[in-house]
């Protein structure tokens, strides 16, 4: 495994890191989750990113995850960084959504009890909130921080103006912002005109989230067909349905086909694609097996892409 430095700080990050948002829910097998984890740390992979909804149902990927930390991994804490984020509803109620001082807090201490930890490595506020002043959000994420709660704050889909009044309130606070998390794939490249010149700008890492279109880019869904194992085939998962593939269709591919004269697969070509740009300190999959965690790892320690097929996957010019 390859690592890269978390902006400014002292932090280096896997170029692949594991996220648990849908692979480790109730409906997940026990021992395909504890050999992902334990298969991961062999392969360098040692940042685990949570949140408190994670599931389904929410809670459950961490309960399950602290489950298996206590009875395989405890002795590997320390070569571990764990996240966890709250801003999404997890519970009933005015105190259990968004970005309030009593839902941020109420929801961490939730959070280490499920995961059965003292702190998280990084605590992040997991969506602006329209209806509570900026200050007080992360106002909650310096106490995290100042509590021991938690050892960094981290920002995830802010637009980059709030991003930026967010990280000089933290770095007044003398907790400069980690990282900001985010989605970026071929398919999907909204952060390019904001979000990623932020990060640079403000000096902190960068994490981002479904690299590979949640399964799209992986080229199980490039002959049309959806696979009855697939995430868009789960109705237990409605972040992704056929429709979306469907919508997808014709870039899903286009890029196959370059992958395809590339010598590589699509999932490779896609990890790579992100990896090749150093603005990104880390891309965050989301692997259900242990097998399509190793591919995803070999993209990790490459060459940059070379320019000219970096190019190629630009989306086609509108004529
Ligand atoms: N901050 C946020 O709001 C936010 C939002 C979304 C995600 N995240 C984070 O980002 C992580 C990753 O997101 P994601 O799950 O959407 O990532 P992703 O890696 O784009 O998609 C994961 C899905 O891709 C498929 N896949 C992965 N590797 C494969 C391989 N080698 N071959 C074939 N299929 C493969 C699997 O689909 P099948 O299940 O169909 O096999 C898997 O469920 C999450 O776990 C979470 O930690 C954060």
Redesign the pocket.
């Known amino acids: 495994m390859k690592y890269r430095r978390c902006g400014r700080s002292g932090i280096l990050l896997p170029e692949i890191s594991l ?5 480790f829910g109730q409906q997940a097998r026990r021992e395909e989750c504890r050999a992902m984890i334990g298969r991961a740390l062999e392969l360098g992979i040692c940042h685990f ?3 408190n909804n ?1 599931g389904p149902p929410p809670g459950a990927a961490e309960s399950c995850f602290g489950e298996l930390l206590q009875q395989d991994f405890a002795t590997h804490r320390d070569e571990m960084f764990i996240s966890t ?1 709250a801003g999404h509803l997890m519970w009933e109620g005015p105190y259990g959504d968004w970005g309030s001082r009593k839902h941020m807090l109420a929801s961490l201490d939730q959070s280490l009890r499920r995961m059965k930890l003292d702190y998280v490595d990084v605590f ?1 506020s ?2 602006p909130d329209p209806d509570t002043p900026l200050e007080e959000t992360i106002g909650a994420l310096i106490t995290a921080v100042q509590s021991g709660r938690a050892l960094y704050a981290g920002l ?2 802010y637009p980059p103006h709030l991003f930026t009044r967010a990280c000089t309130m933290l770095r007044e606070a003398g907790i400069p912002c980690l990282l900001h ?3 970026y ?1 071929l398919l999907d490249r909204s952060c390019e005109s904001g979000q990623l010149p932020a990060v640079k700008e403000q000096h902190s890492g960068c994490i981002v ?7 799209m ?4 869904y490039s002959h049309g067909a959806i ?1 009855a ?4 085939a ?1 109705a237990t998962s409605p972040f992704l349905h056929a429709e979306q593939v469907a919508s997808h269709a014709a870039e899903i591919a286009r890029l196959q086909t370059i992958a395809d004269e590339a010598g590589m697969s699509l ?1 490779q070509l896609a990890l790579r694609w992100l990896l090749s740009r150093q603005e990104i300190t880390s891309v ?6 242990v ?2 965690l190793e ?2 790892a070999a993209a990790a320690g490459q060459e940059p892409l070379p320019q000219e097929l970096m190019e190629l996957c630009n989306p086609p010019k509108e004529q």
């Open positions: 996220g648990l948002w849908h692979n990113d949570l949140a994670y984020k992040y997991h969506r995830s889909k998390q985010f989605r794939n989230f479904s690299p590979l279109a949640q399964g880019l992986t080229g199980k696979p194992d697939s995430r868009a789960d999932t965050l999959i989301g692997a259900r097996t097998q399509q591919q995803c």
